[in-house]
């Protein structure tokens, strides 16, 4: 049984005439084994039967369908399945997507936000990271910025909360998504902004009875107290201000000014940001700013 019609043999030119593909690419099938070696014709020329011709027929059917040879090699030596080949391809291609998905938005976010060229290989090297990956270089920036830490001082229970990453990139990341992966990179990669969490750590570490309680049940007043404050532009030191401290802390205030820095050194916008970055990616409903409510009082504290 033979490959040509009228019961001859194929060359290689004519077979990949046939298959609609280079000559090169039959020669390198052939010499890869994908088919038995060819007979040969008295010249030396290759020329390949009919059972040939069906065996590379697939073989091209498959490589059209992004099988490695690899793939194809097992396949084609029934040691798997049709069926588990398919299956492994379809992972195959459900990655490459995801990948094109955040290329697409990648050059989406580059467009819309004009983004240097030095912010684009970070954001892209982002979107590319592993899971573990992702998550290895969040869970690096809290390992420096808690080493030390007491796990049960009260600034600790923050760095389970700041590891807190999506298992997986969403499949089709908005915008907003892949800026947040660049800004919480910056965030994570800058000594300075670790110092600073290191440094409200350490203050929760050291915390005294005595010390006011600015983090406690009543925080959630003072910040309603500071953004109405923001809202009716009452400035620090003004009458309007006074009223309202008194209104939160009482006639007697006690020291105004420890409580300000008590204040300061737990109030940070970068670190009220960090979570907010957090929030987008993992889709957590979006919270309103605390830190300006918390600036106003502290500014306030101090004014007079």
């Given at each position: 049984m033979v490959g040509g019609v009228d019961g001859t043999a194929l060359t290689i030119g004519e077979l990949a005439a046939r298959l609609g593909v280079p000559v090169r690419t039959v020669r390198f099938w052939s010499d890869a084994g994908l088919v038995d070696p060819p007979a040969r014709s008295a010249g030396g020329y290759r020329l390949y039967d009919a059972a040939a011709v069906a065996r590379l027929d697939l073989v091209r059917t498959l490589r059209e369908l992004g099988l490695g040879l690899p793939a194809v090699r097992e396949l084609l030596a029934r040691r798997c399945t049709v069926a588990e080949v398919a299956a492994e391809h379809v992972r195959a291609l459900d990655a490459e997507i995801r990948l094109l998905r955040l290329r697409r938005t990648l050059l989406r976010f580059v467009a819309a936000a004009g983004t240097t060229t030095e912010e684009m290989g970070i954001v892209h090297d982002l979107a590319t990271l592993s899971a573990r990956e992702r998550q290895q270089l969040i869970d690096e920036f809290v390992a420096r910025a808690f080493e030390g830490v007491p796990e049960d001082a009260p600034g600790a229970g923050i760095a389970a909360g700041m590891r807190t990453l999506p298992a997986e990139l969403p499949?089709?990341?908005?915008?907003?998504?892949?800026?947040?992966?660049?800004?919480?990179?910056?965030?994570?990669?800058?000594?300075?902004?670790?110092?600073?969490?290191r440094e409200?750590?350490?203050?929760?570490?050291?915390?005294?009875?005595?010390?006011?309680?600015?983090?406690?049940?009543?925080?959630?007043?003072?910040?309603?107290?500071?953004?109405?404050?923001l809202r009716d532009r009452v400035a620090p030191g003004s009458p309007a201000a006074e009223a309202l401290v008194v209104e939160w802390l009482g006639e007697d205030a006690g020291d105004r000014e420890r409580l300000a820095d008590r204040l300061a050194t737990f109030t940070d916008a970068r670190v009220e940001r960090y979570w907010q970055l957090l929030g987008v990616l993992n889709d957590w409903p979006p919270f309103e700013p605390s830190v300006p409510a918390v600036e106003w009082w502290i500014a306030s504290l101090r004014a007079r």
């Open positions: 499949e089709d990341p908005t915008p907003e998504q892949v800026g947040a992966w660049l800004e919480l990179a910056r965030l994570a990669a800058d000594p300075a902004f670790a110092g600073r969490v409200m750590a350490l203050a929760g570490a050291g915390a005294t009875p005595e010390e006011p309680d600015t983090l406690g049940a009543d925080a959630g007043r003072m910040v309603s107290l500071g953004r109405r404050a």
